[in-house]
């Protein structure tokens, strides 16, 4: 079946570092990526998303691109802020945006100022 | 974005009892909604698909008569936890994407806290 395997955390970076969460997944035909973020308390919010190979998507300075060859979706952020603390969860989905989805484990992000 | 509430956010509950999530999306229909199952430090597992004037769909390993899924309205789903034992204790999300949307997104819950004592 489908699975995603994200890079075990808790990551803690100083501000303006740059970020990289590492993301692979094994699926059957072409799913849609996604990132999503789960700031305390709250509900997860979609970050960025790909529907084929080769897109990137972005938001809020963070990119990731859908690596085909590599089944890899690694998000990226050139300077992080203390804003940017939270739960990142790696996903895919086999159909469209707005269907099930598989997750990752989740990675938590500590930026300090 | 458009906004999904669950109520309660915390529950308490001694082992044996039942225990009912509401599931509800303030600001869109929804004709199917997603619930989810979150071990601590461990990632969202899909339980079930709830559909609108239907039965749910459930994944594999889960029991539903355990885990009861109504989809009465638009805009609200339940999931009732039956008999609960401490094993449930979990954190509940639910998602769905709005009517006619699917292509597009999907909007998260806050999520329900269960503690099974």
């Known amino acids: 079946g489908d699975s995603v395997t994200q890079m075990e955390g808790p990551v803690t970076l100083s501000e303006e570092a740059f970020l990289t969460i590492n993301c692979t997944y094994t699926a059957t035909g072409y799913p849609s990526l996604f990132w999503y973020v789960q700031y305390p308390g709250e509900g997860l919010q979609l970050l960025l998303k790909?529907?084929?190979?080769?897109d990137k998507g972005s938001n809020k300075g963070f990119e990731a691109t859908y690596r085909k060859e590599t089944t890899s979706f690694h998000l990226e952020k050139g300077s992080v802020q203390v804003s940017d603390s939270a739960v990142y969860f790696c996903?895919?989905?086999?159909?469209?945006?707005?269907?099930?989805?598989?997750f990752g484990e989740g990675t938590q992000l500590t930026v300090n100022p | 974005g458009a906004v999904v509430s669950q109520h309660p956010s915390w529950v308490i509950c001694k082992s044996g009892t039942s225990v009912k999530i509401e599931c509800r999306s303030l600001d869109f229909q929804a004709t199917t909604m997603f619930w989810y199952r979150q071990f601590p430090k461990q990632s969202l597992m899909l339980m079930a698909t709830?559909?609108?004037?239907?039965?749910?769909?459930?994944e594999q390993g889960v029991e539903k008569d355990k885990f009861l899924i109504n989809h009465a309205s638009l805009t609200l789903s339940t999931l009732t936890v039956t008999s609960a034992h401490p094993e449930d204790s979990s954190f509940y999300i639910c998602s769905g994407p709005p009517a006619g949307r699917v292509q597009e997104t999907q909007y998260f819950g806050p999520g329900t806290r269960l503690l099974v004592l």
């Open positions: 996903a895919l989905s086999p159909f469209a945006s707005g269907s099930r989805l598989t």
């Open positions: 790909a529907t084929k190979a080769d």
């Open positions: 709830s559909n609108e004037g239907s039965k749910a769909t459930y």
